[in-house]
Nanobody, 117 residues
Framework: QVQLVESGGGLVQAGGSLRLSCAASGRGFSIYVMGWYRQAPGKQRELVATITTTGTSDYADSVKGRSTISRDNAKNTMSLQMNSLKPEDTAVYFC???????????WGQGTQVTVSS
């Protein structure tokens, strides 16, 4: 089973920066893509950014240009650097890992990000 542990959330003022990290462990399946999702109160969980083992990344339009996702395959870690944070970025951020087929998936417990105006 693959376990994911997030860290780095917190309270930041608008315009500030945060770096979220995710560490994967366990042997449940071979991870192909890792990503960040977020869920704000009363809203559905949405994709923030993803990155494959080969480094191909993708971003939601809402964070494009303000965020950078990175990954260390050797250490099974992933990070999301978020800059120019806005109050609408406030949400619980979840780390996700998927197999190549997409059938196998794992989720972290989530880390709270709060951006004050």
């Amino acid at each position: 089973q693959v376990q994911l542990v997030e860290s780095g959330g917190g309270l930041v003022q608008a315009g500030g920066s945060l770096r979220l990290s995710c560490a994967a462990s366990g042997r449940g399946f071979s991870i192909y893509v890792m990503g960040w999702y977020r869920q704000a109160p009363g809203k559905q969980r949405e994709l923030v950014a993803t990155i494959t083992t080969t480094g191909t990344s993708d971003y939601a339009d809402s964070v494009k240009g303000r965020s950078t996702i990175s990954r260390d395959n050797a250490k099974n870690t992933m990070s999301l650097q978020m800059n120019s944070l806005k109050p609408e970025d406030t949400a619980v951020y979840f780390c996700n890992a998927k197999s190549l087929s997409g059938i196998r998936t794992a989720w972290g417990q989530g880390t709270q990000v709060t951006v004050s105006s």
